[in-house]
DNA sequence: CGTCTAGTTGAGCCCTGTCAATAGTAGTGG
DNA sequence: CCACTACTATTGACAGGGCTCAACTAGACG
């Protein structure tokens, strides 16, 4: 299912030169390893980047949602898998040339630039939370995050199941669970389901997430 | 005491047009949350890229030697600080004009695309090993990207001290201590002294490390 | 030799992981 | 509508890995 792209978002000026592709949950966009062919821009939806461990142990190293572009990292040796989180729709602009991106078009050029930017920094970021913030601070920090991507003032919805969250911030599910328990005990936040909570202090929750 | 560079090293391509800077031990090169003004060039010695909270945890994003660029995440808020681990000289290219790197001369343009590819990658690999490797595993991977650093075929030279060791892998100079009896108990390591030691089971290590 | 700092080692505790049971939630079919 | 299944999330009991606190050792330097 291959058709037009239509513009995706104010904040990208990228032009809609490349082809759309649809995926269902779980399904997987590009195979741990895979070289990416594609610069591609997510529509709507969400992706994970993840890689394992021989022993079954997984790490999710990124979240990326409508608007982000991601495939930057092309011909890397253990590039992380790109998986759809769920319903996902994204843009592939073909990359035959641009792994030196400098000679790209200059306006995907610097994009993709400033992208790696972002992605540097995000990666640092999640770093410092991995090495040195509590179960507690680190959930915390997810809410503010996922808060940043939602659109509604203190309403925020978990696209992706528990154990996707606890691979992306080193815990287990348990300790995730325990976590939004103790916040909302705390009042800082309170659980209308599963997958959709209200933020009720967000202030009180940057604090905790350092 | 500017003077003009020296060609670093082999693997960097850019021309010797900065001015040398040299650093103490401890010192300073660039404080938390200051822009950075050049894109900087090690010639040798070792940089440390740290943050810290409010309560005084302290993280280590990245080491960088001899051969290394970095300050190239110019304008970003809270960016991390850069400290001489040891005695250090580094290259100042003036950066007035890079912040989209585009339009920087050519192979500078290049070099920077290519260093930030690298980081992200880096900064990914090392957000994998703090979520969801354990202490040992971590120091055995330390270790292995220390000896990546080595010219030497198995001896690794620790520029700097435990605490340094500790804030980069989210764990405690006790615990690096620990790991370091336990891995030379295991007779994989041998410590010459405690910046010195020898890899004994490369391989081996490389497998603990995941 | 004394002092100072860096590193190691030990004892005890706590946070988080592990394992297991329970409770929701969605889907399917009678 | 309920029954049944399958899956996801929550909660509890317990154990263990790593942190805290403290003592000790090893160098470096005057």
Redesign the pocket.
Known sequence: MIRRAALPRAETSLPAIGTVQHYAPQQTILAEGEPALHVMLIIHGMVRSCSSFADGRRFIGAFYGAGDLFGLERNQIGAAAKEAVCETSIVLYPAADWSDAVHAPDDLSRQIFRSMVTRCEQARCHARLLAR??????VAAFLIECHLRSAMPSRVT?E?????I?DYL????????????QL?RQELIS?R???ELDLLNISALRAISG
Chains 1, 2 share one sequence.
């Open positions: 913030l509590h179960a507690v601070e680190r978990l992706m199941p528990r154990q996707d606890a080193g815990l287990t599910v348990e300790t995730v669970s325990r976590c939004l328990a909302k659980l389901s599963a997958r």
